[in-house]
């Protein structure tokens, strides 16, 4: 087999780092064998990402035959269950092929590890992205997120509020018919030119409100395709919308809410608020209390201390009541005026699943964030799920640009080249084909309607199906996919549909869609990754028909349509069928069209076919990209903000991990903490306070007096303060070791041979944690293994509460500081700064917690017996990822093993784990059946 030119020249490209753009059926498959297997020679690993587990296995097993004969190891990592053995295997193969999304979860995972041996990634050395563009721009706008349960999280008011939002949103749709109606009335004369100045502005003024009302309505969105119509609605908002659009108001007044489609955001009126409160007889139903304000006049009034304390808990209380009532009743909003069903999402199997908008494919285990989610579940009356909070996330933009060099290949990166090189600094090299396109791209036709452009689809594939050839229609969602589908069996022409409610049958589906006379039915194939091969008599027939029902938001994707016909040579042909009543079209950019078709003096039924006119779509959609990028960037800085502190974070964890440094780390702590307490109590003189600093942090007594205190400088007493606490630690070590070492000994001498690990409970005399070591370490280092045991666990589990926490403030922040634009103020110099402030506060609580229960940490008071101690669990087995595979089991009894049972002996030492309670004089522990006792 050999390679043709083309396809060594886009190996090179790939080998360099850079992202080869070759089109469909250039075989890209075959091209990543040529960089792979020479960057696998170095043994570092090189990892191939395709955006589907399909795709993922197919390739493995395609072109893993190729590398084992070369005597290189193939895996892929989406075959084997996460935190498995197996999956570290394929990470140690020298070719590891896996999907975006499990890439990014197992760095996050790893992440989240509280033992070496539960991680499975190597360092990130090469990795080549298949479908690059999708990836590292499409998938770049959601990031990954491992969420788990949050306390209360299965406590909503969804469905308490939802029949206020449905009442809400009904009343808006009958104004905005009403609206509707009196702007026909008034604009009239419109086109011909006899309505007057009076009736212009008030049909405009009418027009306007229920276009900011309703974007989405059909009534509204033909009328709007009439002659001068559009042109007069954005003459009119273009009036309301300067000096800054302070004139808005007087449009928005008659509202309940106000959408802007662009944006996809909505706001609520005072009309909507007092329609949805106007039952409560609560006049400050959503009115958010002056926290500050309130608390500022607290502090004023003369009332007792305990007092105060009770108005500024009930402020509290009442403030974040209210927060939640508002939050609910906006997403609900949201999700009855901006999310429609079969477009956004779809319904199956009684639960809410999203539907990928660029490739049309379900996302199995995404959710909406921030409720959303949950508001959309309340809409269509399915279980409303628990929420969750964020344990660990990376956007997809970070986590690649770890890797030490990136390549990627797709068949269209050419107008995203200006974003892949600002981000990713990857450059796109554009690789002629193998043989000359010589597929036919028609100009696009445009209609005034939908119903017209449909009625013109349907029309062709009928006359391309008679002349012979298959037919490739795309849409841009579910919805559309099936109203062509019930389209064609008005006519009786069988078809097959492939969306995301039939995407099981997608191999079957797209094998036979090169067959002669065949139609198949597509939401955007982009990504689908397979090829459409041509059946017999096809070529002379002219070749696969392409046509799009609607022109996309991205121009990639529109490409991505046409570029399945015409592969190798073949003929084919491509035509995108447009309204004026497209998405695309509303919202970017059709007034200059409509106008052109007004003086035109186009009837219904007829269309417009043009080279200015499609240049002039191809302009709407290089102003989405923009606004997408836009959107993408943003999240990227925010995101950067968060990635030096992930960075940070993450970095204390590995140290603890693999014990490596930590008692640096830890060391490092206690100055801090010292170096903290001192700055607090030292500028102010408060001996009385320090004392009590130092017992409640160390444990230790002042290494000054009060008047040493007040005469010693901050720096030398920050150092006296160090030197106490960590000889105090010291001796409590060891003192920990010689009270742990009785029940150790015993142990190991008599059952050294049944166990591999002791658990022991430890307490700071308020919280127990069950620490595992390891027990013949243990012996052998007379206890002193027990302490850098006990490190390693406190440290890995305050740093994860902690860090949990932190997400969940940032969050918070994040929401809020985006209050900051109505101030004239940039949201996200704001959230640089108080994110760097919550950093700080964090580290210092991860400090000052560490150090506290490490001082105070023993054995818990002595009790008759032994008793259970499962041994710590990964935060990932509470989310229910995959069950806890350690080395330990569970000690359900605690009798001699009598000879029936005497079978728990027989175990291998890596499958127990003795549980060390201290008691006088010590006991032996002893194994019990693994069974199903209380968790």
Same mark, same amino acid.
């Given at each position: 087999?050999?390679?043709?030119?083309?396809?060594?020249?886009?190996?090179?490209?790939?080998?360099?780092?850079?992202?080869?753009?070759?089109?469909?059926?250039?075989?890209?498959?075959?091209?990543?064998?040529?960089?792979?297997?020479?960057?696998?020679?170095?043994?570092?690993?090189?990892?191939?990402?395709?955006?589907?587990?399909?795709?993922?296995?197919?390739?493995?097993?395609?072109?893993?035959?190729?590398?084992?004969?070369?005597?290189?190891?193939?895996?892929?990592?989406?075959?084997?269950?996460?935190?498995?053995?197996?999956?570290?295997?394929?990470?140690?193969?020298?070719?590891?092929?896996?999907?975006?999304?499990?890439?990014?979860? #197992?760095?996050?995972?790893?992440?989240?590890?509280?033992?070496?041996?539960?991680?499975?990634?190597?360092?990130?050395?090469?990795?080549?992205?298949?479908?690059?563009?999708?990836?590292?721009?499409?998938?770049?706008?959601?990031?990954?997120? $491992?969420?788990?349960?949050?306390?209360?999280?299965?406590?909503?008011?969804?469905?308490?509020?939802?029949?206020?939002?449905?009442?809400?949103?009904?009343?808006?749709?009958?104004?905005?018919?009403?609206?509707?109606?009196?702007?026909?009335?008034? *604009?009239?004369?419109?086109?011909?030119?006899?309505?007057?100045?009076?009736?212009?502005?008030?049909?405009?003024?009418?027009?306007?409100?229920?276009?900011?009302?309703?974007?989405?309505?059909?009534?509204?969105?033909?009328?709007?395709?009439?002659?001068?119509?559009?042109?007069?609605?954005?003459?009119?908002?273009?009036?309301?919308?300067?000096?800054?659009?302070?004139?808005?108001?007087?449009?928005?007044?008659?509202?309940?809410?106000?959408?802007?489609?662009?944006?996809?955001?909505?706001?609520?009126?005072?009309?909507?608020?007092?329609?949805?409160?106007?039952?409560?007889?609560?006049?400050? +139903?959503?009115?958010?209390?002056?926290?500050?304000?309130?608390?500022?006049?607290?502090?004023? !009034?003369?009332?007792?201390?305990?007092?105060?304390?009770?108005?500024?808990?009930?402020?509290?209380?009442?403030?974040? $009541?209210?927060?939640?009532?508002?939050?609910?009743?906006?997403?609900?909003?949201?999700?009855?005026?901006?999310?429609?069903? #079969?477009?956004?999402?779809?319904?199956?199997?009684?639960?809410?699943?999203?539907?990928?908008?660029?490739?049309?494919?379900?996302?199995?285990?995404?959710?909406?964030?921030?409720?959303?989610?949950?508001? $959309?579940?309340?809409?269509?009356?399915?279980?409303?799920?628990?929420?969750?909070?964020?344990?660990?996330?990376?956007? *997809?933009?970070?986590?690649?640009?770890?890797?030490?060099?990136?390549?990627?290949?797709?068949?269209?990166?050419?107008?995203?080249?200006?974003?892949?090189?600002?981000?990713?600094?990857?450059?796109?090299?554009?690789?002629?084909?193998?043989?000359?396109?010589?597929?036919?791209?028609?100009?696009?036709?445009?209609?005034?309607?939908?119903?017209?452009?449909?009625?013109?689809?349907?029309?062709?594939?009928?006359?391309?199906?008679?002349?012979?050839?298959?037919?490739?229609?795309?849409?841009?969602?579910?919805?559309?996919?099936?109203?062509?589908?019930?389209?064609?069996?008005?006519?009786?022409?069988?078809?097959?549909? *492939?969306?995301?409610?039939?995407?099981?049958?997608?191999?079957?589906?797209?094998?036979?869609?090169?067959?002669?006379?065949?139609?198949?039915?597509?939401?955007?194939?982009?990504?689908?990754?397979?090829? $459409?091969?041509?059946?017999?008599?096809?070529?002379?027939?002219?070749?696969?028909?392409?046509?799009?029902?609607?022109?996309?938001?991205?121009?990639?994707?529109?490409?991505?349509?046409?570029?399945?016909?015409?592969?190798?040579?073949?003929?084919?042909?491509?035509?995108?069928?447009? !309204?004026?009543?497209?998405?695309?079209?509303?919202?970017?950019?059709?007034?200059?069209?409509?106008?052109?078709?007004?003086?035109?003096?186009?009837?219904?039924?007829?269309?417009?076919?043009?080279?200015?006119?499609?240049?002039?779509?191809?302009?709407?959609?290089?102003?989405?990209?923009?606004?997408?990028?836009?959107?993408?960037?943003?999240? *990227?800085?925010?995101?950067?903000?968060?990635? !030096?502190?992930?960075?940070?974070?993450?970095?204390?964890?590995?140290?603890?991990?693999?014990?490596?440094?930590?008692?640096?780390?830890?060391?490092?702590?206690?100055?801090?903490?010292?170096?903290?307490?001192?700055?607090?109590?030292?500028?102010?003189?408060?001996?009385?306070?320090?004392?009590?600093?130092?017992?409640?942090? +160390?444990?230790?007594?002042?290494?000054?007096?009060?008047?040493?205190?007040?005469?010693?400088?901050?720096?030398?007493?920050?150092?006296?303060?160090?030197?106490?606490?960590?000889?105090?630690?010291?001796?409590?070590?060891?003192?920990?070791?010689?009270?742990?070492?009785?029940?150790?000994?015993?142990? +190991?001498?008599?059952?050294?041979?049944?166990?591999?690990?002791?658990?022991?409970?430890?307490?700071?005399?308020?919280?127990?944690?069950?620490?595992?070591?390891?027990?013949?370490?243990?012996?052998? !280092?007379?206890?002193?293994?027990?302490?850098?045991?006990?490190?390693?666990?406190?440290?890995?589990?305050?740093?994860?509460?902690?860090?949990?926490?932190?997400?969940?403030?940032?969050?918070?922040?994040?929401?809020?500081?985006?209050?900051?634009?109505?101030?004239?103020?940039?949201?996200?110099?704001?959230?640089?700064?108080?994110?760097?402030?919550?950093?700080?506060?964090?580290?210092?609580?991860?400090?000052?917690?560490?150090?506290?229960?490490?001082?105070?940490?023993?054995?818990?008071?002595?009790?008759?017996?032994?008793?259970?101690?499962?041994?710590?669990?990964?935060?990932?087995?509470?989310?229910?990822?995959?069950?806890?595979?350690?080395?330990?089991?569970?000690?359900?009894?605690?009798?001699?093993?009598?000879?029936?049972?005497?079978?728990?002996?027989?175990?291998?030492?890596?499958?127990?784990?003795?549980?060390?309670?201290?008691?006088?004089?010590?006991?032996?522990?002893?194994?019990?059946?693994?069974?199903?006792?209380?968790?």
């Amino acid at each position: 087999m050999l390679h043709y030119d083309v396809q060594l020249i886009g190996g090179v490209a790939l080998h360099k780092g850079r992202i080869a753009e070759m089109g469909t059926g250039e075989g890209k498959t075959l091209v990543s064998t040529l960089p792979v297997f020479l960057n696998a020679l170095a043994g570092r690993g090189v990892h191939v990402v395709t955006v589907n587990d399909y795709l993922a296995k197919r390739d493995a097993e395609w072109m893993g035959p190729l590398h084992e004969f070369h005597g290189m190891r193939v895996d892929c990592i989406d075959k084997h269950q996460p935190n498995s053995p197996e999956r570290r295997n394929a990470y140690l193969a020298d070719i590891t092929y896996g999907t975006n999304n499990e890439f990014g979860f #197992d760095y996050l995972r790893d992440n989240m590890a509280h033992a070496p041996s539960a991680l499975v990634q190597r360092k990130h050395h090469f990795a080549i992205v298949d479908e690059v563009d999708s990836v590292l721009v499409d998938d770049a706008r959601t990031p990954l997120i $491992i969420s788990g349960p949050t306390p209360k999280g299965d406590v909503h008011q969804f469905d308490e509020y939802k029949p206020r939002v449905e009442k809400l949103y009904n009343a808006q749709r009958q104004l905005v018919t009403r609206l509707l109606s009196e702007a026909k009335e008034q *604009l009239k004369g419109l086109s011909d030119g006899t309505a007057n100045k009076d009736q212009l502005e008030r049909g405009g003024m009418a027009l306007l409100r229920a276009y900011r009302g309703l974007p989405k309505n059909s009534a509204l969105i033909k009328f709007l395709s009439e002659a001068g119509v559009r042109a007069h609605l954005q003459k009119t908002e273009n009036n309301y919308l300067q000096d800054q659009g302070k004139d808005m108001p007087k449009v928005d007044v008659e509202l309940y809410f106000t959408i802007d489609e662009k944006q996809h955001g909505i706001e609520l009126t005072e009309k909507g608020v007092d329609l949805i409160s106007g039952d409560m007889n609560d006049v400050s +139903f959503f009115i958010m209390p002056d926290v500050g304000g309130t608390i500022a006049e607290i502090e004023k !009034s003369g009332a007792a201390t305990e007092e105060k304390a009770r108005r500024k808990d009930e402020l509290l209380r009442d403030f974040g $009541i209210k927060s939640e009532r508002i939050h609910t009743v906006n997403q609900l909003v949201r999700a009855y005026a901006l999310y429609e069903k #079969d477009v956004e999402y779809v319904v199956m199997d009684g639960k809410v699943k999203i539907v990928d908008e660029q490739t049309g494919r379900i996302l199995e285990g995404r959710r909406y964030s921030d409720g959303l989610h949950q508001a $959309i579940e309340s809409k269509e009356k399915v279980k409303v799920e628990a929420a969750t909070q964020t344990y660990a996330t990376v956007t *997809l933009q970070n986590y690649f640009r770890m890797y030490h060099k990136l390549a990627g290949m797709t068949g269209t990166a050419e107008t995203e080249a200006q974003e892949l090189w600002d981000i990713y600094k990857l450059d796109v090299m554009v690789i002629p084909t193998n043989r000359p396109v010589v597929r036919k791209d028609a100009e696009d036709m445009v209609f005034k309607t939908k119903r017209e452009k449909y009625n013109a689809v349907i029309d062709e594939i009928v006359a391309l199906r008679e002349a012979g050839r298959p037919t490739l229609v795309g849409t841009t969602s579910v919805e559309v996919s099936e109203l062509v589908s019930r389209m064609l069996k008005l006519r009786n022409i069988p078809h097959n549909v *492939l969306n995301a409610k039939q995407h099981q049958r997608e191999a079957e589906i797209v094998q036979e869609a090169g067959m002669a006379g065949t139609v198949t039915i597509a939401t955007n194939m982009a990504g689908r990754g397979t090829d $459409i091969k041509l059946g017999p008599g096809v070529k002379e027939a002219g070749g696969l028909a392409i046509i799009g029902t609607e022109k996309h938001e991205s121009r990639r994707v529109d490409r991505q349509l046409r570029g399945r016909a015409g592969r190798q040579g073949d003929p084919g042909s491509s035509q995108f069928y447009v !309204s004026l009543e497209d998405d695309l079209m509303r919202l970017f950019n059709s007034e200059r069209i409509a106008k052109l078709m007004d003086r035109l003096g186009l009837k219904e039924g007829e269309v417009i076919q043009h080279s200015m006119v499609t240049a002039s779509i191809e302009r709407a959609q290089k102003k989405v990209e923009e606004n997408n990028f836009g959107i993408r960037k943003r999240l *990227l800085e925010y995101d950067d903000v968060m990635n !030096s502190q992930r960075t940070v974070i993450y970095k204390r964890r590995h140290h603890a991990l693999f014990g490596e440094r930590l008692k640096l780390d830890i060391l490092n702590m206690f100055y801090e903490v010292a170096q903290g307490m001192v700055n607090e109590y030292h500028a102010v003189g408060d001996f009385d306070g320090f004392q009590l600093e130092m017992f409640r942090r +160390f444990s230790a007594e002042s290494p000054v007096d009060e008047e040493g205190f007040r005469k010693v400088k901050a720096e030398e007493l920050t150092e006296q303060v160090y030197e106490a606490a960590i000889a105090t630690y010291a001796r409590h070590n060891q003192t920990l070791a010689a009270q742990a070492m009785p029940v150790i000994t015993d142990v +190991f001498l008599n059952q050294g041979q049944q166990y591999e690990n002791i658990v022991v409970p430890i307490t700071d005399g308020l919280k127990t944690m069950q620490v595992v070591a390891n027990l013949q370490r243990c012996y052998k !280092s007379q206890g002193l293994e027990l302490s850098a045991s006990i490190e390693k666990y406190i440290t890995l589990a305050i740093i994860d509460n902690e860090w949990k926490e932190h997400l969940r403030e940032m969050d918070e922040l994040r929401r809020s500081v985006q209050n900051a634009a109505i101030e004239q103020k940039d949201p996200l110099l704001i959230y640089k700064l108080e994110s760097f402030n919550l950093f700080k506060a964090m580290i210092e609580r991860i400090n000052g917690d560490i150090v506290g229960f490490l001082s105070k940490a023993g054995l818990p008071s002595a009790q008759p017996q032994v008793q259970e101690a499962p041994a710590p669990r990964a935060p990932a087995a509470t989310r229910g990822d995959q069950p806890h595979g350690g080395t330990a089991i569970q000690l359900l009894q605690c009798q001699r093993p009598s000879p029936h049972n005497g079978s728990s002996r027989s175990r291998s030492r890596t499958d127990a784990t003795a549980t060390s309670r201290p008691s006088p004089p010590p006991r032996h522990p002893c194994a019990g059946r693994q069974g199903s006792g209380p968790q």
